[in-house]
């Protein structure tokens, strides 16, 4: 080899290391921190959840102290499992608190993120009043604000786009500006859709809503996937979007979110070649404020004390976990506009 080819080649060698290791940045509710910091995350789960509804839900609702009491040893554990990185996809006027997260986080050591957003699945119920005649700009510039300066005065910033959209074919003119207004704030921000859909219906109606905006479907996390079609997942991993499988539950025996339903799906898509864009986790938690000490609150272990184990037994390598629990996380949640074309 020629010295000069060897020189250029060195060059070369050297910028795609040092691009490997720029891969950018997650927010957390305790500030920016790098991709390679994440270790193994939980990309759908929640700490707290009020169900009263836009018009009734606040602070007032229920006691930091107490929430953190019943959170904590569950957070803990998780820890215990390996976790570093929790993503709470609790929205706005659903019982987001970004002060419980932050103190959460530093007590647990854990990663916390949170996000904005709003939730139009749940017949509406969860959207603002103001929301309603606002136009999708108007929506965004809120959201936009919160990115900038951080969730009212808590100095806590969001660090993933969290919308909603109800399980039909074709988005309602309220749902569709939702999903423009999560747009032009991805274009202004970098942050990453996360939509609660379920069915592959609404996931695709969205992503052509995101195409008109100039949105690429990689800034897209088709949340709830489980309740799609395998083609479905085909399709959209085809396209680039992610695919939110988060509903891991053992006792689901024989059923959808079971252990063995998991190891199936996760292995036709391993041998399709797409695991590269798939996301695991629980749905699980939560506190809930209307009930005695805030009712049945569901752990975040099943993953790894169930589905690892099962899924090692099955064929997947430690590189492949890694992939699901580390790698594609990494590469979904850095905060980078991505637009199409
Ligand atoms: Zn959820």
């Known amino acids: 080899m020629s ?15 040092s691009q490997d290791l720029k891969q950018g940045t997650l927010i957390t509710v305790k500030g920016k921190i790098p991709v390679e910091e994440m270790g193994i995350n939980l990309i759908h ?44 996809c609790t929205p706005a006027y659903l019982g987001r608190d970004p002060l419980l997260l932050k103190e959460l986080s530093e007590k647990s050591g854990i990663n916390i993120v949170t996000n904005t957003g709003y939730y139009g699945a749940g017949e509406n119920k969860y959207v603002p009043k103001q929301a309603f005649d606002q136009t999708a700009e108007d929506i965004a510039k809120v959201w936009i604000d919160e990115f900038n300066n951080g969730i009212e005065s808590s100095g806590v910033f969001p660090g993933f786009i969290k919308i909603a959209v109800a399980r039909k074919d074709t988005l309602s003119l309220l749902h569709a500006k939702i999903v423009k207004a999560a747009a032009i ?20 109606a969205q992503l052509a809503v995101l195409k008109e905006e100039g949105v690429a479907p990689e800034a897209f996390v088709w949340t709830h996937a489980q309740d799609g079609t395998f083609e479905g997942h ?9 695919i939110s499988l988060d509903n891991v539950n053992k006792n689901n025996v024989d059923k959808p979110g079971g252990i063995d339903w ?20 629980h749905d699980s938690g939560w506190y809930n404020p209307g009930q005695e000490n805030g009712g049945n609150y569901r ?13 090692m037994e099955n064929g997947f390598s430690q590189k492949d976990i890694d992939l699901l629990l580390i790698k594609n996380p990494q590469r979904a949640y850095a905060v980078k506009v991505r637009k199409t074309g």
């Open 3 to 17: 010295k000069l080819i060897m020189f250029f080649w060195a060059i070369l060698l050297v910028t795609s290391c």
């Open 262 to 281: 998991y190891v199936a799906l996760l292995s036709k898509l391993k041998k399709e070649n797409v695991l590269d864009k798939i996301l695991l986790s």
């Open 45 to 88: 789960e929640h700490i707290l959840v009020d169900f009263i509804g836009a018009d009734s839900t606040g602070y007032h609702r229920w006691e930091r102290t107490e929430v953190i009491e019943r959170a904590l040893p569950i957070l803990l554990e998780a820890k215990q499992n390996g976790v570093r990185t929790f993503f709470e």
């Open 299 to 311: 752990n975040y272990n099943d993953i790894f004390e169930q589905l690892i184990p099962a899924l």
């Open 234 to 242: 085909l399709q959209a991993a085809k396209q680039g979007a992610w």
């Open 185 to 204: 704030a991805h274009k202004a921000t970098g942050l990453t859709i996360v939509s609660h859909t379920g069915p592959e219906g609404p996931a695709f």
